[in-house]
Every structure is written in C-alpha cells, then in structure tokens.
C-alpha cells in the first residue's frame, strides 16, 4: 500500500480572494490563478514517493453558481500546471453527504482507488474541515496557519505551504516504527 498527500485545493494550490473575512473560491476560468511556487513543492512530493491527489470541496456546482464545464477547465490548468496525480471533487451541497468534508468520503474513495494507507498519509491545508476529515480517515494532518484553521484537532500547524511540504517530506523518510516488547 502507498502513502499519499492530499492537497486542499483553494487556498493551497490556487489563489483566493477575501471577502467579509470569508475566502471566496474562484468561479470562472479567468479567476482561476495557480500559485506559481508550489509547483517545485508538488513536485518534491511527487518525487518522494507520495501519491499527490488534491481534494475539494466545490458545492457551487450543486447551487448552479459554477458550471461544472467551468471546473473542468480549471481543473485541466490545474493539472497542466502541476504534477497532481488525481483530483477528487465533492459537489455535494448537503453537509450529511459522506464526501462533504469535514467527513472523509474523499479520503476513503481514493484509499479505494489508488491502494493506499491512510494512516501513512498526509493532509495539507488551511482549513479546520480538512483536518477534521484526515483525523477520522486517520491521516496525519499538517495546517497552514489561516483564519480558517478553527481551533479544532491537527497534528501539525505551520506558517507556510512550504514549511507544510517540508514537514510531510520529513515525517514521509521517517515514519515511526513500533516494535513489539517481548
């Protein structure tokens, strides 16, 4: 089984606006800004080994305020950009739906599809829904500092998607190793 980082997609790995202290996700491909230095981070996840997928969450499809065609272009730039092995989507405008972070139904889907150990995985992001979900998938779960945090469990809180690249990578050549007492 493989270990994989899951990548919170607004806000890691593409720009958002701000607005009345709440991040407003990008509707239109004209909007859709990939931030230019996390391709060499992706990269050194992708190089050590890491299945690299990212995993939103973007119920304005469901509402009708972003035409799923939309999305798919921006997730076409998306992976044209950077080396991302896979993209699960939550559509889902219902918070009970089991892909509706903070559950983990996109976690335990790509479990399923790529063969992987959860609890060897990693989660970035700045959002405390994300967290929420690595907790009960049983990744580890590795936050950049936001207002969207919340005060909720994470395992490790950082200041830069960077500093969050470079703590996966050392927790990833490391991993802790128990051994039973005889």
């Given at each position: ?32 800004k ?5 391709r ?11 299945v690299v ?8 499809v ?16 998306l992976r044209?950009k ?7 989507l ?39 829904q ?7 998938a ?39 190793s ?5």
């Amino acid at each position: 089984m493989r270990a994989a980082v899951f990548l919170e997609r607004d806000g890691i790995l593409n720009a958002i606006e701000v607005q009345r202290g709440q991040p407003v996700v990008p509707l239109r491909l004209e909007q859709f800004k990939i931030i230019e230095s996390v391709r060499p981070l992706v990269q050194a996840l992708k190089d050590a080994g890491l299945v690299v997928l990212v995993a939103t969450h973007q119920p304005a499809v469901s509402r009708g305020d972003l035409p799923r065609n939309e999305l798919d272009l921006m997730h076409r730039v998306l992976r044209h950009k950077l080396p991302v092995d896979d993209i699960l989507l939550c559509a889902s405008d219902d918070s009970s739906h089991p892909c509706y972070k903070p559950h983990p139904g996109l976690f335990l889907e790509a479990a399923f599809k790529w063969t992987l150990d959860l609890d060897r995985s990693f989660v970035i992001s700045d959002k405390w829904q994300d967290a929420k979900a690595a907790q009960v998938a049983g990744c580890t779960s590795v936050m950049v500092n936001s207002p969207w945090v919340g005060d909720d469990h994470h395992d490790f809180l950082v200041d830069t998607v960077e500093t969050a690249v470079k703590k996966v990578l050392l927790l990833h050549a490391a991993p802790v190793s128990y051994t039973a007492m005889a």
